[in-house]
């Protein structure tokens, strides 16, 4: 074999290698741009799957707290409802009329009072007079204070033992605080 004959032989060789080297990087380049591809699949229908988790989270989250805020202004409602009812019945009790409002004191009285108290009257309490001159006031010994205390209606007991609020206002807190469960149920049913 001539020289030329064995250089262009390990040239063909050489080509033929390097054909075959191009062969199988192009063969593993593929493979590895397939992995490549679905690896980034996976991990995208990961993020895909975490943020529709987050997004989820979200809004239950936020769902949650516009429940929560509309309690809020319903609760808020409701007690202005109930507020503006009881503000209308302790006007309705010092708006009474006499007979109304001397029934009332003398129920009171008889009920609360003991021997000896002294009555203290509102500042604009109508019918002090009216309710010195009742019964119970005698029976009792009870008397009368000449000067006033600063609440709305009705009056209070001062005795030995204990004072006794009996203003239009305390028994109201009194009735509301006992009652208003029960009041509220009864406006907002449904």
Known sequence: MSKESIVERIISDAEKEAE???????????????????????R?????????????????????TARLDGAKVELAEKRRVIDTAYREALNALISLDKQSSL???????EEFAEVGD????????KFAAEVAALG?????????SKKGAGFNGGFILRGKNSDK????????????EAHQAEIAAKIFKG
């Open 165 to 176: 609020d009996l203003s239009y206002g305390a028994l109201l807190a009194a009735d509301r």
């Open 20 to 42: 075959d080297i191009l062969s199988a990087a192009r063969v593993r380049a593929a493979q590895a741009l397939e992995e490549a591809d679905k690896e980034a699949a996976r």
């Open 118 to 125: 002294e009555i203290v009257f509102s500042p604009d309490y």
């Open 103 to 109: 029934s009332l004191a003398e129920r009171l009285l």
């Open 136 to 144: 119970v006031i005698k029976e009792k010994k009870l008397s009368i």
């Open 44 to 64: 995208l229908a990961g993020v895909k799957a975490e943020t529709a988790q987050k997004v989820k989270s979200i809004l239950d989250g936020k769902a949650a």
